[in-house]
């Protein structure tokens, strides 16, 4: 299938590492300009490395945010495709976990995804230009981890901010979605969580992050112009049973 992106310019937060890479190197194959936001100043060299341009900065931080939409704007002159990819997992459940790990938590996973759809969509209305946005959900936004109560909330959270998003400027040409992939083999993934949950799909193995790369670059193409505020499972079939 020719996704065909080119004349596309792309914002990836967390396109420094695991599913925004793996994104950021999809669309890049598929002609789009890539621009990446990541809060390790070492994700400079990586986009470099792929031909992205960089902004680093912290996505908890809306000035941060909006800043990184304009830089992507001043240097390729305008914005279509949003991905909502910087994220940190989380620890500890309804009552271990510390205030702190809540507020960080949230700050990154859920009010990060909030300040790039705000930033991104804003710009799309100002272009009078049609324009996508693909969140970061999880699984864990669709069921919940008991032992990690900022992670299931934040992206809970991103669920329905989806449907939010993806419905009140879908006459402009807006689309919003959001993809909910199962555990993926990325740096954010500990070994140990990477063997218990390959039992836990019924697929029987975790996810790669080509795979999620891959519907996210499908998203973002008109081939799915009627598909707005959806959420997609890329779960090997954990939350279908
Ligand atoms: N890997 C999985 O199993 C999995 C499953 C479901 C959902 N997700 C979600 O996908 C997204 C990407 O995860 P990943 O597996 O690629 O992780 P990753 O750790 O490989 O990449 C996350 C990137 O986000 C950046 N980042 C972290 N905090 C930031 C901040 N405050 N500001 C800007 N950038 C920041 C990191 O520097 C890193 O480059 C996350 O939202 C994660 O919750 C991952």
Same mark, same amino acid.
């Given at each position: 299938?020719?996704?065909?992106?080119?004349?596309?310019v792309?914002?990836?937060?967390?396109?420094?590492?695991?599913?925004?890479?793996?994104?950021?190197?999809?669309?890049?194959?598929?002609?789009?300009k890539?621009f990446?936001?990541?809060?390790?100043?070492?994700?400079?060299?990586?986009?470099?490395?792929?031909? @992205?341009g960089?902004?680093?900065?912290?996505?908890?931080?809306?000035?941060?945010?909006?800043?990184?939409?304009?830089?992507a704007v001043?240097q390729y002159g305008q914005l279509?495709?949003?991905?909502?990819?910087?994220?940190?997992?989380?620890?500890?459940?309804?009552?271990?976990?510390?205030?702190?790990?809540?507020?960080?938590?949230?700050?990154?996973?859920?009010?990060?995804?909030?300040?790039?759809?705000?930033?991104?969509?804003?710009?799309?209305?100002?272009?009078?230009?049609?324009?996508?946005?693909?969140?970061?959900?999880?699984?864990?936004?669709?069921? @919940?981890?008991?032992?990690?109560?900022?992670?299931?909330?934040?992206?809970?959270?991103?669920?329905?901010?989806?449907?939010?998003?993806?419905?009140?400027?879908?006459?402009?040409?807006?689309?919003?979605?959001?993809?909910?992939?199962?555990?993926?083999?990325?740096?954010?993934?500990?070994?140990?969580?990477?063997?218990?949950?390959?039992?836990?799909?019924?697929?029987?193995?975790?996810?790669?992050?080509?795979?999620?790369?891959?519907?996210?670059?499908?998203?973002?193409?008109?081939?799915?112009?009627?598909?707005?505020?959806?959420?997609?499972?890329?779960?090997?079939?954990?939350?279908?049973?």
């Amino acid at each position: 299938m020719q996704l065909q992106l080119e004349n596309k310019v792309a914002l990836i937060t967390g396109g420094g590492s695991g599913l925004g890479l793996a994104t950021a190197k999809n669309f890049i194959a598929e002609g789009a300009k890539v621009f990446i936001f990541d809060f390790n100043p070492n994700a400079k060299a990586t986009a470099e490395e792929i031909g @992205a341009g960089f902004y680093q900065g912290d996505v908890s931080k809306a000035e941060d945010v909006e800043a990184a939409v304009a830089a992507a704007v001043e240097q390729y002159g305008q914005l279509d495709i949003a991905v909502a990819s910087a994220g940190v997992g989380g620890e500890g459940d309804v009552v271990t976990s510390t205030v702190e790990n809540w507020e960080k938590t949230n700050g990154i996973d859920y009010s990060g995804v909030f300040y790039t759809n705000k930033y991104a969509i804003a710009q799309f209305l100002e272009q009078k230009t049609p324009g996508v946005v693909i969140n970061l959900a999880s699984m864990f936004g669709m069921v @919940a981890v008991s032992n990690n109560i900022a992670y299931s909330a934040s992206k809970g959270g991103v669920v329905n901010m989806t449907r939010a998003a993806g419905t009140m400027y879908a006459k402009n040409g807006v689309r919003v979605n959001a993809v909910a992939p199962g555990v993926i083999e990325t740096p954010l993934i500990s070994e140990e969580d990477l063997k218990t949950y390959s039992e836990l799909h019924p697929a029987g193995r975790v996810g790669q992050a080509q795979e999620v790369a891959d519907l996210i670059t499908y998203l973002a193409s008109d081939k799915a112009a009627f598909i707005t505020g959806a959420v997609i499972p890329i779960d090997g079939g954990y939350t279908a049973v």
